[in-house]
């Protein structure tokens, strides 16, 4: 059984960076059967997949293209975990942020959420 | 993108049956078997109830399942039971650039 522990800032000023981290149990960030994922919901956006890395005997990354210009999602394989950075917040980046783990486009595990607001 | 379609709101009585819709286009729902349900109870994460059209994970009640024709896919969930009321949500990988689309989500209230 994967499990996702997220951590990271609740509130971040609007041309900051917002920065989270996703911790792993139960499997390995470099597994080659492994795909992690960070998610964002908000009333206004709905649910929207940002980004997730993978290892295939190299490392891949892929962005959604509305944030593609502003974001990066890095693994850490010292401490099992993947980030999520996003730049130049504005109020519109204010949501609920998940990661999450699956392949083949599914979320199966979810982490338990961090609420980010984009205020000054 | 716009999002998958869903209806806002469906509704049945315990014991009942409902269905609920994702529709899409030939580049995401028609167009791949990758299409998930979620379900999501008011403050907790979403759960993975569905994957890859008709898959139950480990876990999920027998009493969801899913199945797609052309470019809608559907969600049914047979033998209501007060625990089944909350959020419904569905996604799929889609060939644009944006990946995965997600619906606008489906509030299930069981009567």
């Known amino acids: 059984q994967v499990q996702l522990q997220q951590s990271g800032p609740g509130l971040v000023k609007p041309s900051q960076t917002l920065s989270l981290t996703c911790a792993i149990s139960g499997d390995s960030v470099s597994s080659n059967n492994a795909v992690w994922h960070w998610i964002r919901q908000s009333p206004s956006r709905g649910l929207e997949w940002l980004g997730r890395t993978y290892y295939r005997s190299k490392w891949y990354t892929e962005y959604a293209v509305s944030v593609k210009s502003r974001i990066t999602v890095n693994p850490d394989t010292s401490k099992n975990q993947f980030s999520l950075q996003l730049n130049s917040v504005t109020p519109e980046d204010t949501a609920m942020y998940y990661c999450a783990s699956g392949t083949n486009w599914k979320f199966h595990y979810w982490g338990q959420g961090t609420h980010v607001t984009v205020s000054s | 993108q716009s999002a998958l379609t869903q209806p806002a709101s469906v509704s049945g009585s315990p014991g009942q049956s409902v269905t609920i819709s994702c529709t899409g286009t030939?580049?995401?729902?028609?167009?791949?078997?990758?299409v998930s349900w979620y379900q999501q109870h008011p403050g907790k994460a979403p759960k993975l109830m569905i994957y890859e059209v008709s898959n139950r994970p480990s876990g999920v009640s027998y009493r969801f399942s899913g199945s797609k024709s052309g470019n809608t896919a559907s969600l049914t969930i047979s033998g209501l039971q007060a625990e089944d009321e909350a959020d419904y949500y569905c996604s799929t990988y889609t060939s644009s650039g944006t990946f995965v689309l997600f619906g606008g989500g489906t509030k299930l209230t069981v009567l």
């Open positions: 030939s580049s995401d729902v028609g167009g791949y078997n990758y």
